[in-house]
């Protein structure tokens, strides 16, 4: 490298120093930030003051947790760091940092240390959905299925779970499934249902489990197979979703196209019944 005696400079966090021209060149687009020097991961101006924006944030947040202030009603020096952070966050996403847009979005979505307000909300998720972040595009997709600050608009909701969804967003692949069944926003399709299903369920979400569970036992979508039944409903039980406890439960207590064990199907039962699900609470009633 050569002199940097007369020009001007940018030190950064790893404490080297580049021409500014230079430095400026790390935070274009696509460019991976990274020093030249050492490989240490830099952040620009905007991004460090996100950082410390959250570590405020963070501060106040678990002392609500610990029970020391509420939300409602935070200390003068608690509610100032909030304002603070809200500050810090809206400068960064006035440049169009997506990341400190979906925080805004959450903020005054929870309504913590700020004016719940579900339209301000939504303002700052589209903008960070519009930007790629999944988790502001499933939110947004939830704001359209829901209503929630805007008008309510399936073919919306729709359109932002599958952007979240195809860059593995569980929740959306869920919800995306279940509008393909019901036919809201989509045209009604078995076969997109079953695959937005699989998707969320091979990353482990239990109620898609539980609902490939159900289609396998009714050969809905895909050919009917109780072992694949019993394999999806199993994964979901094992997370405690109760309506696959109850329906694994039931199909060993009968000896449905699978060996029949009552113990095992009893305990199972149980566990539903324990949850609340009324069908199991009948069943286990009737074996005491």
Not at 199 to 208: C, F, L, V
Not at 242 to 271: D, P, S, Y
């Amino acid at each position: 490298m050569g002199s940097l005696v007369g020009t001007t400079v940018t030190t950064l966090q790893c404490s080297h120093v580049l021409h500014a021209e230079c430095a400026a060149e790390l935070f274009k687009p696509g460019v991976k930030r990274t020093c030249p020097l050492c490989r240490i991961p830099i952040q620009s101006e905007l991004e460090q003051r996100i950082g410390e924006a959250t570590r405020r944030f963070v501060a106040i947040d678990q002392m609500v947790e610990r029970g020391e202030a509420s939300w409602s009603a935070l200390p003068a020096e608690a509610q100032s760091e909030i304002d603070a952070a809200v500050s810090e966050w809206r400068i960064a996403a006035d440049h169009g940092l997506e990341e400190a847009q979906y925080k805004l979005g959450i903020l005054f979505s929870t309504g913590r240390g700020v004016a719940q307000s579900d339209k301000e909300a939504a303002k700052w998720y589209k903008m960070a959905a519009e930007q790629g972040n999944p988790e502001a595009q499933f939110n947004l997709g939830h704001f359209f299925a829901t209503g929630r600050g805007m008008l309510q608009r399936d073919e919306k909701a729709a359109q932002w779970f599958r952007k979240a969804a195809d860059q593995g967003h569980v929740d959306a692949q869920q919800h995306l499934g279940s509008l393909y069944m019901q036919g809201r926003g989509v045209p009604q399709s078995n076969a997109q249902m079953v695959r937005w299903w699989q998707k969320a369920a091979e990353q482990g979400d239990m109620d898609s489990q539980n609902n490939l569970g159900n289609l396998y036992a009714q050969g809905t979508g895909v050919p009917q197979s109780h072992a694949e039944a019993m394999e999806w409903w199993g994964r979901a039980a094992e997370q405690g979703q109760m309506n696959a406890q109850c329906m694994k439960g039931l199909f060993l207590l009968k000896g449905n196209g699978v060996a029949k064990n009552q113990v095992e199907g009893l305990k199972l039962l149980r566990k539903a019944a324990d949850q609340g699900h009324p069908e199991a609470k009948m069943i286990v009633a009737g074996f005491k």
